[in-house]
């Protein structure tokens, strides 16, 4: 027999704030994304069209919340910088001025 809407509800709460719990400085325990459920997958997201943000997606409440987590720090992550690359950006900025 399925859970209540109620029930389903307070379970993804439960497994909300577990997830929390043990990962206090984690971007979705800071920024508490929404968490939406389409069919069997769960979505987390700070809005609420996935196609304007962050969005992680799993099985599970832990796994959105864990894929959220990721992709936020995936897209935060400033991109890496060559040797060669910093040193062509010192001589451009020491030729403009």
């Known amino acids: 027999m399925e ?3 109620i029930e389903a509800k307070q379970a993804a709460i439960a497994s909300m704030k577990s997830y929390f719990a043990a990962h206090p400085g984690s971007p979705s325990a800071v920024r508490r994304p929404l968490l939406f459920r ?3 997958v769960w979505t ?3 809005v609420p069209n996935l196609r304007e943000g962050i969005a992680g ?3 599970t409440v832990e796994a959105a919340l ?3 987590d990721a992709q936020y720090l995936r897209v935060l992550r400033s991109p ?3 040797r060669k690359n910093q040193s062509a ?3 451009e900025a020491i030729m403009v001025q």
């Open 57 to 59: 997606v799993g099985p």
């Open 38 to 40: 389409y069919g069997k």
């Open 80 to 82: 890496k910088v060559s």
């Open 89 to 91: 950006q010192k001589d």
């Open 66 to 68: 864990s894929d959220f």
């Open 3 to 5: 859970p209540s809407i």
């Open 44 to 46: 987390a997201s700070l």
